[in-house]
């Protein structure tokens, strides 16, 4: 890490909110992993009423919440983007934002998630946090911590599969395990099946290699929690690898 990006980070405080955490490692994407993964959230039924989920969600939106009080007690920055505004063009201009103007801009949940999901859904709930005219639900506040704590932290990692999943492994290292569960099933479970689903996964590769986000077949967005062997699973591998094996994965 070059002295610019550190002056950078140190400036919104994520040292120590994220003392001893590790950083910079590089993913590569195993299909038959994810495919796996795909399958298992598939399989999950949307449960917010289950004595399991609402334990998991509770220690999840509770942890997410301190993390996003520390971000903005540092002098982070957000920004509500409305109807009809443009986000980031590349992750590269997400990250330059917060780095240089410790600022964040993000999509509220009433313009993505909740048209599929059910009001009952936990990251849908008030999470007494304001946007400056109105409560942001848990799944605002997490977007944006997710956005830092996960994707800036982990190695300025972009929204590719193997950003995601960098993404997730270094943001998972600041939640309890009772809350790794929610997370996983929010990040690494969503991620997966967007790209390994069945149905929609090998178009979802292609439009991603094509730069189509917009294009994208996003998952059922679900309150549950998957089987054991998944959330304890060793799931894809760490060597880097070049763009042209990348490409050759998402083409699997």
Same mark, same amino acid.
């Given at each position: 890490?070059?002295?610019? =990006?550190?002056?950078?980070?140190?400036?919104?405080?994520?040292?120590?909110?994220?003392?001893?955490?590790? *950083?910079?490692?590089?993913?590569?994407?195993?299909? *038959?992993? &994810?495919?796996?993964?795909?399958?298992?959230?598939?399989?999950?039924?949307?449960?917010?009423?289950?004595?399991?989920?609402?334990?998991?969600?509770? %220690?999840?939106?509770?942890?997410?919440?301190?993390?996003?009080?520390?971000?903005?007690?540092?002098?982070?920055?957000?920004?509500?983007?409305?109807?009809?505004?443009?986000?980031?063009? *590349?992750?590269? #201009?997400?990250?330059?934002?917060?780095?240089?103007?410790?600022?964040?801009?993000?999509?509220?949940? $009433?313009? +993505?998630? &909740? !048209?599929?999901?059910? +009001?009952?859904?936990?990251?849908?709930?008030?999470?007494?946090? /304001?946007?400056?005219?109105?409560?942001?639900?848990?799944?605002?506040?997490?977007?944006? =911590?997710?956005?830092?704590? +996960?994707?800036?932290?982990?190695?300025?990692?972009?929204?590719?599969?193997?950003?995601?999943?960098?993404? /997730?492994?270094?943001?998972?290292?600041?939640? $309890?395990?009772?809350?790794?569960?929610?997370?996983? *099933?929010?990040?690494?479970? !969503? %991620?997966?099946?967007?790209?390994?689903?069945?149905?929609?996964? #090998?178009?979802?590769?292609?439009?991603?290699?094509?730069?189509?986000?917009?294009?994208?077949?996003?998952?059922?967005?679900?309150?549950?929690?998957?089987?054991?062997?998944?959330?304890?699973?060793?799931?894809?591998?760490?060597?880097?690898?070049?763009?042209?094996?990348? #490409?050759?994965?998402?083409?699997?």
């Amino acid at each position: 890490m070059n002295l610019r =990006v550190k002056l950078a980070r140190a400036r919104i405080a994520l040292q120590p909110v994220n003392k001893g955490i590790q *950083t910079f490692h590089k993913v590569k994407i195993d299909p *038959t992993q &994810g495919a796996e993964i795909a399958d298992a959230y598939d399989a999950a039924e949307h449960s917010p009423n289950d004595p399991g989920v609402i334990e998991a969600y509770k %220690a999840f939106n509770d942890e997410t919440v301190q993390q996003y009080d520390e971000m903005i007690d540092s002098g982070l920055k957000i920004t509500k983007l409305k109807e009809g505004e443009q986000g980031y063009a *590349t992750s590269q #201009e997400m990250h330059d934002d917060i780095l240089k103007n410790n600022h964040l801009s993000y999509f509220p949940s $009433s313009q +993505g998630f &909740g !048209q599929d999901a059910g +009001g009952d859904h936990p990251m849908l709930q008030s999470s007494d946090r /304001f946007d400056g005219e109105n409560s942001m639900p848990y799944n605002d506040v997490f977007r944006i =911590v997710h956005d830092v704590n +996960g994707h800036n932290l982990g190695d300025l990692s972009d929204f590719s599969p193997e950003g995601e999943h960098q993404a /997730f492994l270094t943001h998972k290292q600041q939640y $309890s395990p009772l809350a790794q569960k929610a997370l996983f *099933t929010e990040t690494a479970g !969503q %991620a997966n099946w967007g790209v390994f689903n069945k149905v929609s996964g #090998e178009s979802n590769r292609r439009k991603i290699i094509d730069g189509k986000h917009n294009e994208l077949v996003f998952a059922e967005q679900k309150a549950t929690i998957l089987p054991d062997n998944i959330l304890n699973g060793e799931h894809h591998s760490w060597p880097t690898h070049t763009d042209k094996e990348t #490409e050759a994965l998402l083409n699997m």
